[in-house]
């Protein structure tokens, strides 16, 4: 069961590994990237962030995708962390379960809009973001647990 995707282009960092795994009871988080899995130093410091009693699963959007509908992640309570809001919307698109994202950390980059203190998108993510609210995606932002949900329709 998937209980949270999160956006951050941190992916797992104390905030994250501790305070959104133990709120939403996940006992895998599942790191979807393109890059992080050829990237020996990122897979070492994103090891060394993991909560002892969680099980870590570094896998690129594709075989994240394959290994969810195959059903070999049911048997976990699924914490999914993304590095970029076109890997949120690349699992959503694809995984009909995900009914909820959750943007923690977006950096500003070069033509992003600052909507809130910690994320920064740039016209075509806020396109996609859009896109998966009007089906039916809940897309707040929070960037710890005990932070008020807001959804991203009240920022833009």
């Known amino acids: ?5 999160r956006v951050d282009h941190r992916l797992l960092h104390g ?4 305070s959104w795994t133990q709120y939403v009871g996940a006992d895998c988080i599942l790191i979807a990237n393109d890059s992080v899995p050829n990237d020996e130093l990122r897979k070492t410091t994103i090891k060394l962030a993991k909560p002892p009693s969680v099980k870590l699963v570094i896998k690129n959007i594709a075989d994240s995708i394959e290994a969810i509908k195959s ?3 049911d ?3 699924l914490f999914i962390v993304v590095e970029s809001v076109e890997d949120a919307w690349r699992l959503a698109r694809e995984i009909p379960e995900i009914k909820s994202i959750n943007l923690g950390g977006i ?3 070069e033509g992003s809009r600052n909507i809130s203190k910690a994320v920064n998108l740039l016209p075509d993510e806020i396109t996609r973001l859009n896109e998966l609210v009007g089906q039916g995606v809940e ?3 929070r960037q710890v647990p005990n932070d008020r949900k807001q959804l991203i329709t009240e920022c833009l």
């Not at 069961?1 to 995707?5: A, E, S, Y």
């Open 1 to 5: 069961m998937i209980t949270l995707v």
């Open 15 to 18: 905030q994250v590994a501790f």
């Open 71 to 73: 059903g070999v992640t």
């Open 75 to 77: 048997k976990y309570t």
């Open 107 to 109: 950096k500003a980059k």
């Open 139 to 141: 897309i707040e932002i």
